[in-house]
């Protein structure tokens, strides 16, 4: 594969993510401008929509808050496609050794997570206070349940909810948080699985944490260092002036300020239509941090993780020294690129550390902590995962002999995707209205064109009702595509175990690829075995 070059700065002036083009497509390679720039130009660029909607220009479209996720543009110049699976034949891992007895069917896809069992290596979200995440939270919900895996209550949301009740500063109640809750408890088998609930600065300042414990009994709280839109904290679009001056007195930051009459007067206007929610940056204290995790564990929490994001490499060097320290269970590492918010377009593509990048330098660390006999826990990477392909090679890459330190993978845009689309489609069939070649090819009702329909009616009986169709759209994308998917990759390696595939099952397609990660070349893999086996 020949080396490539992240793209030039030609997408800077025109983006999809922001609704914006440019009138010619030869554009200036370094600015992204047209190299003939006009005053009757009838299109918005960059340049353009900024001189009309100033900061709003900064965000994905903001009249698709609410329905939509967004990533970046921007070519890293590494991803997962620079590396490949090796393929094997003569010897078999995991399993007995007969040809009817390896089929792939028969890999076993579970691992746990900071000691919680899971049928798949992933865990879902987080979806925090974001209306998206609000929007579909019971496909979301029943659907990781129905799958047997993690699933992450974000952000905010008790803060976000205005049925929340407080006491002195702390809340009482929370009928979203709740509601959360009680949707992925609903089909949980209690064994493999679990619904962890983040908390960020804000959250604990109104203690979310205290309360999902004591409450809502439950068992997994993650800590979370900013982040939340990229490296600036959590934020959301407010359509509505009371609740933004609602969360104003809350203590979050509002902006532009709802309680200002010139402001409340142009909202009242259109000349703008939201407000932005900001949460504060966490600035962690090594000291102060493990005794938090140690008040957690006394307040009832079983199981604690953190969540931080792709922050320069001392940051990630610290991250694991603390983590370590606090025997915190499972930390969580975000690489750039993508977001379920209103995480801003720039920083997307051009602030933090790439998903490779990043888990290089996290492997480091964790074999630097190995080495000196120090606690290493879990490891979970997120960053644009959507396939089977990038999860296997995720976990091989960490696996230095003695079993891999990833342990699976934090999905957050497809599985909104997955939920969105069937949402979306049911919506179609009930007018009549599907896609003629959908129709044609997996037919007009959800008992037919969603294929694992039939699987689920069988395991659930009457209560297959109960299951909406947006949490089989779910399950369907999470087991029968990814898992099917994994166990296929798995037995072609020859390994029916999930903690036995390595680093010897990848090679590097492009020198970058080997020199960052340290993963040979395709043509240094095995470079002597030739001479070795027939010599």
Same mark, same amino acid.
């Given at each position: ?316 060097? !610290?991250? +694991?020294?603390? /983590?370590? =320290?606090? $025997? ?8 750039? *690129? ?32 190995r080495k000196k006999g120090r606690f290493v826990p879990d490891i979970l990477m997120a960053g644009g995962f959507i396939s089977e392909t990038q999860i296997f090679k995720t976990i091989a890459m960490s696996n230095f002999g003695d079993g891999p330190y990833v342990k699976g993978v934090l999905m957050g845009r497809s599985p909104l995707t997955a939920t969105?689309?069937?949402? !979306?489609? +049911?919506?179609? /069939?009930? =007018?009549? $209205? ?8 997996? *037919? ?92």
């Amino acid at each position: 594969m020949p080396e490539r070059v992240s793209r030039n700065s030609s997408y800077l002036n025109s983006k999809s993510t922001t609704g914006t083009m440019t009138r010619v497509k030869d554009l200036s390679p370094t600015s992204g401008m047209c190299p003939i720039c006009i005053r009757d130009c009838p299109f918005l660029c960059e340049i353009g929509l900024s001189t009309f909607r100033g900061r709003e220009t900064l965000y994905p479209e903001p009249l698709q808050f609410g329905s939509s996720t967004a990533g970046a543009l921007k070519d890293f110049g590494l991803d997962w496609s620079h590396f490949n699976i090796q393929s094997s034949i003569f010897e078999v891992h995991g399993i007995k050794a007969d040809s009817d007895v390896a089929l792939f069917p028969n890999v076993n896809t579970e691992t746990k997570i900071a000691g919680i069992p899971i049928k798949l290596p992933i865990i879902a979200g987080a979806f925090g206070s974001t209306e998206v995440g609000r929007r579909n939270w019971e496909g979301l919900g029943i659907g990781c349940a129905l799958s047997g895996i993690i699933l992450t209550v974000g952000e905010n949301v008790c803060g976000m909810d205005r049925e929340s009740k407080f006491t002195g500063g702390k809340v009482t109640y929370s009928k979203e948080l709740k509601r959360r809750v009680d949707l992925f408890r609903k089909f949980w088998d209690g064994k493999y699985g679990d619904i962890v609930v983040q908390t960020n600065v804000e959250d604990q300042r109104l203690g979310v944490d205290v309360y999902a414990i004591s409450k809502l009994e439950v068992n997994v709280i993650e800590r979370k260092w900013g982040q939340g839109a990229k490296a600036i904290g959590g934020e959301v679009r407010i359509r509505n002036l009371d609740k933004a001056i609602m969360l104003k007195k809350r203590g979050y930051i509002v902006i532009p300020d709802p309680e200002d009459p010139i402001v409340q007067e142009a909202f009242k206007e259109g000349v703008f239509k939201s407000f932005e929610r900001h949460s504060r940056v966490g600035i962690p204290k090594e000291r102060g941090f493990i005794e938090d995790i140690e008040w957690l564990r006394s307040q009832g929490a079983k199981h604690v993780s953190l969540k931080t994001g792709a922050y320069r490499p001392s940051a990630i060097a !610290y991250t +694991m020294k603390m /983590a370590s =320290e606090a $025997k915190i269970e499972a930390v969580t590492f975000d690489g750039a *690129g993508g977001g379920t918010g209103m995480s801003p377009v720039p920083m997307m593509d051009e602030m933090s550390i790439p998903t490779v990048y990043l888990e290089a330098w996290v492997l480091k660390c964790a074999e630097i902590l190995r080495k000196k006999g120090r606690f290493v826990p879990d490891i979970l990477m997120a960053g644009g995962f959507i396939s089977e392909t990038q999860i296997f090679k995720t976990i091989a890459m960490s696996n230095f002999g003695d079993g891999p330190y990833v342990k699976g993978v934090l999905m957050g845009r497809s599985p909104l995707t997955a939920t969105m689309k069937a949402s !979306y489609f +049911m919506e179609l /069939a009930k =007018e009549g $209205k599907l896609p003629k070649t959908f129709a044609q090819r997996y *037919g007009t009702t959800p008992e037919k064109f969603f294929i694992v329909a039939p699987e689920l009616k069988a395991k659930y009986g009457k209560r297959f009702k109960e299951i909406p169709w947006e949490a089989v759209g779910l399950h369907s994308y999470l087991t029968d595509r990814i898992g099917v998917g994994l166990k296929q990759l798995m037995a072609g390696a020859r390994k029916w175990k999930l903690n036995l595939i390595e680093r010897g099952d990848l090679m590097a397609l492009s020198k970058r690829a080997a020199e960052v990660t340290g993963i040979p070349l395709a043509e240094e893999v095995d470079a002597d075995a030739i001479e070795r086996i027939l010599g």
